[in-house]
């Protein structure tokens, strides 16, 4: 989302984010003589702003990415309420979905059933436990390369009627012009 942003306005090539993803806290500071970073603003909705929550993970993402996004690190995984200091290291074991191949392991483990009804995506496409994180290094990887959005082809779709399609005035005139016709047939022949 980031990458495409910056990449339709030209910042792109000035603001490039977090190369490497490390989990650390990170801030886009504004450029001397050169335009000012994309500023946007979080709004979460109705969504509840516990830590850890998806939202945050996209605002990590789209900060990472390099839009200038007020905010704090308090919400992240990893954050330690009582020394007030946020864990790099387990951030970025959330970035690289470290948590979900954990559960994959233990769920694997335990009973095997759930395991192939959870993660039976995971497992069509070939995703071990093992090849999680290398997953989404590969995801960053193809958004850095090319973060332009490709056209999708557009498909056919046929829609189905339930109901019949509306007659113009010319078709309804003619359609009573052959009841007409046809009532008059039925009284001659009787």
């Given at each position: 989302?980031?990458?495409?942003?910056?990449?339709?306005?030209?910042?792109?090539?000035?603001?490039?984010?977090v190369e490497e993803v490390?989990?650390?806290?990170?801030?886009?500071?504004?450029?001397?003589?050169?335009?000012?970073?994309?500023?946007?603003?979080?709004?979460?909705?109705?969504?509840?702003?516990?830590?850890?929550?998806?939202?945050?993970?996209?605002?990590?993402?789209?900060?990472?990415?390099?839009?200038?996004?007020?905010?704090?690190?308090?919400?992240?995984?990893?954050?330690?309420?009582?020394?007030?200091?946020?864990?790099?290291?387990v951030h970025r074991r959330?970035?690289?979905?470290?948590?979900?191949?954990?559960?994959?392991?233990?769920l694997q483990e335990e009973?095997?059933?759930?395991?192939?009804?959870?993660?039976?995506?995971?497992?069509?496409?070939?995703?071990?436990?093992?090849?999680?994180?290398?997953?989404?290094?590969?995801?960053?990887?193809?958004?850095?390369?090319?973060?332009?959005?490709?056209?999708?082809?557009?498909?056919?779709?046929?829609?189905?009627?339930?109901?019949?399609?509306?007659?113009?005035?010319?078709?309804?005139?003619?359609?009573?012009?052959?009841?007409?016709?046809?009532?008059?047939?039925?009284?001659?022949?009787?």
């Amino acid at each position: 989302m980031a990458r495409r942003l910056l990449t339709k306005f030209d910042l792109a090539e000035i603001y490039q984010g977090v190369e490497e993803v490390t989990g650390e806290e990170y801030y886009v500071e504004n450029e001397d003589d050169k335009p000012n970073s994309f500023r946007c603003f979080l709004d979460i909705g109705l969504a509840r702003t516990t830590t850890g929550a998806k939202v945050f993970g996209v605002l990590k993402g789209a900060v990472d990415g390099g839009l200038d996004i007020p905010h704090s690190s308090k919400r992240f995984p990893g954050f330690n309420q009582d020394s007030g200091e946020l864990d790099a290291e387990v951030h970025r074991r959330h970035i690289f979905g470290g948590h979900v191949s954990d559960y994959m392991k233990e769920l694997q483990e335990e009973d095997e059933d759930a395991y192939k009804k959870q993660f039976s995506q995971y497992i069509k496409n070939g995703i071990t436990p093992d090849s999680v994180e290398e997953m989404y290094k590969k995801a960053h990887a193809a958004i850095r390369e090319d973060p332009v959005t490709q056209p999708k082809e557009k498909k056919e779709v046929k829609v189905k009627r339930w109901n019949r399609k509306k007659l113009s005035l010319a078709q309804r005139k003619d359609r009573v012009k052959q009841k007409k016709a046809s009532f008059l047939r039925a009284q001659e022949q009787e």
